[in-house]
């Protein structure tokens, strides 16, 4: 069951966590915004359902909270930092910040970090690459996850990928991991009783299948797109960990510490108004997203939008009524923010209300 | 039907077609090697059966032979084009060679190329980065041919998105468009008689279907990973005419004239070895890619592989045995270089014997 809590009462409630798990003030206000958002903007998978999650990576060392991103190489537009397992999320605002110092110097900045933690929501750093009126790419790696296409068990991460456009009438911002459902969602849908919309994964027989269970009992989730997703995803780890030095997801497989801990990650920006003025770029993307959204709809009352473009609407109405929160998941909150520390991540047996994100972009 | 042409042929016989249609001897040379190249690694429906098509194209007035790509901006470690309709081909292979250069300078170099026209086979430009030691990163707006998730018409281009990996032992090369299958390849199989392995698109009625021609009467292509695919198409389209301060997708639709003419292109190189000594980065690629290879395959006597990884295999078969070519396109393209110049493109209508690209990757 879901319940709404309003925007204020979240934001201390998480911070208060944080605090109790030893973060510093400056630390616990800066994650307790990245949680909050991600939970605002409608991804609850990785806003607060990962509050509970994150306090039991402290509690099994997964997340050195005194440990700051460290510049270990640099070259003209690149930068590459060494974040020694410290809050996934602070190394990853902190990088892609400094991509952002490096566009207004070159043109394009890359920020390539290794040995992280689990940056939580992909697109919150894309959303600060837009806020700030950039461009923004950005991908991670991951220990393996989804099988490769022709496989039967994980072989390659879902290595979720990013790109922020920074329209001012609403930034586009893609967040795209390369498996086409998430573990989560599987749970999510099982629990509620539900097939998945489209095929998510093969059974243990090797049959395609909408099942959520069969494919949890699998272990076979599917990549995006068949052998599309299989190959981005190998190609965008081997991309991160040669261009920051760092693991590849085979690494973390055979470290095995789980959830993306000592994992690569890219952050790409640049500079929109390089060539052209921002008046006439800002109209031009006008344009485009209006055409886009003009097509005619695949059913009645349908409406055709781009991802993120959304987000504004949910924003506002949470902001309103209140943020979406799994009730087991705010009571473990409440727990952690009360000093408790025998918290385990439950997310994944949480039933959420909103099962519609594949209609949201 | 197809034949096998032996690669000295082929290429002499693609040359003197071209320069037939009135490029110059270095611009023939340099086209004939790329499509040549591209039917050599088995991308036929972007090698030689693109050859009458480019013939159309310079009929049509698409293509100015004359073109040069022209230096109209830069800022650090970014260049900007002006492609002047020239030879997409060239064009696009001037500007990865620019963004290795710029890349040897500032770490990271790009290139936003505008006023292009149709590159041909995308991966052509990842190869060309692999095979001089960078990581590349490519991708191109087209025409609407693809509707965007939740509509019923053409509203997006099928954008393709390459990355290249320069490993020594085969370099790993993503070459992926944002739809399930191209329009070319529901008519191979329509034509053969044979459902598509996977789901494609929507019939008229909106039924998910399999069935390459109904797709072909819909119009409605699927984008690969049902909203992900049409997710990362528009926000392709919307980086590319800014980065390159040039036409969207929309722009090109308006004007109406066709395969991608006066699109945006960009291209990213990276130097591998910035951070890591080359050994232990190409060691790491090497551990990654057969931890993936050597996970359990889905069926008895299946091999999981990266993309690109059998590409040398097929090379080397094509060089030994021949080119495979569909007997009609190879009369046109002995027909152009005779001079004929009333050649019209019937690759959408060519039966090719290898149908199984997808499991290629």
């Known amino acids: ?50 509050v509970p999650r994150f306090a039991e990576y402290v509690q099994k060392g997964w997340v050195d909270l005194n440990a700051r991103p460290e510049l270990v190489g640099a070259k003209g537009a690149v930068e590459n930092y060494d974040g020694h397992l410290g809050i996934g999320v602070l190394n990853a605002t902190f990088c892609m910040d400094r991509a952002i110092a490096l566009a207004k110097e070159h043109g394009i900045g890359c920020v390539a970090l290794k040995n992280t933690t689990h940056w939580m929501r992909g697109g919150s750093y894309a959303w600060q690459a837009a806020q700030a009126g950039f461009i923004g790419i950005s991908w991670t790696n991951t220990e393996s996850c989804m099988p490769m296409w022709g496989s039967k068990e994980p072989g390659v991460g879902n290595n979720p990928f990013c790109i922020a456009i920074p329209r001012k009438n ?37 049959n395609l299948t909408s099942d959520p269970g069969a494919i949890e009992a699998s272990g076979r989730i599917l990549p995006t797109g068949y052998w599309k997703g299989s190959g981005m995803a190998i190609a965008l780890d081997l991309a991160a960990a040669a261009m920051a030095n760092g693991r590849t997801g085979a690494d973390l497989d055979r470290e095995a510490r789980g959830s993306c801990t000592g994992c690569c990650q890219i952050f790409l920006a640049y500079d929109p108004y390089l060539f052209g003025d921002e008046e006439s770029i800002q109209a031009r993307w006008d344009d485009r997203v209006a055409a886009a959204d003009a097509t005619a709809p695949d059913r009645e009352g349908g409406h055709v939008t781009c991802p993120g473009e959304r987000t504004a609407a949910t924003r506002a109405r949470n902001m309103a009524e209140g943020i979406v929160v799994d009730e087991q998941i705010w009571q473990q909150i409440l727990d952690l923010a009360a000093g408790k520390t025998d918290v385990k991540d439950i997310s994944s047996a949480c039933v959420l209300d909103n099962m519609t994100e594949e209609k949201k972009q």
């Not at 990245?34 to 991804?43: K, M, R, V, Y």
């Not at 459902?181 to 509620?192: E, I, M, S, T």
Request: contains cysteine; charged residues 20%; glycine residues 12%.
């Open 1 to 50: 069951m879901s319940i709404r809590i309003p925007y204020d009462t979240v934001f201390s409630t998480v911070k208060q966590a944080f605090l109790q798990m030893g973060l510093s003030e400056e630390q616990a206000q800066q994650c307790a915004g990245i949680h909050t958002e991600s939970s605002l903007e409608g991804i609850e998978s990785h806003g607060l359902n990962r």
């Open 170 to 206: 609403g930034p586009i911002v893609l967040d795209m991991a390369m498996s086409q459902y998430a573990y989560g969602k599987l749970g999510v849908y099982r629990l509620a009783g539900k097939q998945l919309p489209f095929p998510g994964g093969f059974d243990k027989d090797g």
